[in-house]
Nanobody, 123 residues
Framework: QVQLVESGGGLVQAGGSLRLSCAAS????????MGWFRQAPGKEREFVAA????????NYADSVKGRFTISRDNAKNTVYLQMSSLKPEDTAVYYC????????????????WGQGTQVTVSS
C-alpha cells in the first residue's frame, strides 16, 4: 500500500522558516509527480506547490512564490517544502500528495495523500 507521511510542522514566528518533509513508500517514487497542499480552518484546500517526477519542473501558488521552495530527493523517496518569510496567513495543515497521471496539461491527478502536518505562524 502507498503511504505518504509528512513531518516538520510546528510553531514559528512570522518571518521565520520551516522545512516540511514527506516520505513516500509503497510506490515507485521517481514515477510520481508530488505536490503540497494546505487547508486552514474554515477554508477549502488550496494548492501550494508541485514538482515533476524528475524534479525538473516546479509550480507554485502565487501566494507562496518567492518564499517557498519545493524539492525532491528520489534516492530518499522524499519531497520537501522549504518555507521562508512565513506569514500568519500561511497557518494551515499542510498535506503532501502524489500522482503519476496528468489531470490536464498542467495539473496532476493526485491519487495519494498524506495525513497532514500542522504549521502555525504567530504574529
Amino acid at each position: 500500500q502507498v503511504q505518504l507521511v509528512e513531518s516538520g510542522g510546528g510553531l514559528v514566528q512570522a518571518g521565520g522558516s520551516l522545512r516540511l518533509s514527506c516520505a513516500a513508500s509503497g510506490l515507485t517514487f521517481s514515477n510520481y509527480a508530488m505536490g503540497w497542499f494546505r487547508q486552514a480552518p474554515g477554508k477549502e484546500r488550496e494548492f501550494v506547490a508541485a514538482i515533476s517526477s524528475g524534479g525538473r519542473i516546479m509550480n507554485y501558488a502565487d501566494s507562496v512564490k518567492g518564499r517557498f521552495t519545493i524539492s525532491r530527493d528520489n534516492a530518499k523517496n522524499t519531497v520537501y517544502l522549504q518555507m521562508s518569510s512565513l506569514k500568519p496567513e500561511d497557518t494551515a495543515v499542510y498535506y503532501c500528495a502524489g500522482g503519476e497521471r496528468r489531470a490536464s496539461l498542467t495539473r496532476v491527478q493526485y491519487d495519494y495523500w498524506g495525513q497532514g502536518t500542522q504549521v502555525t505562524v504567530s504574529s
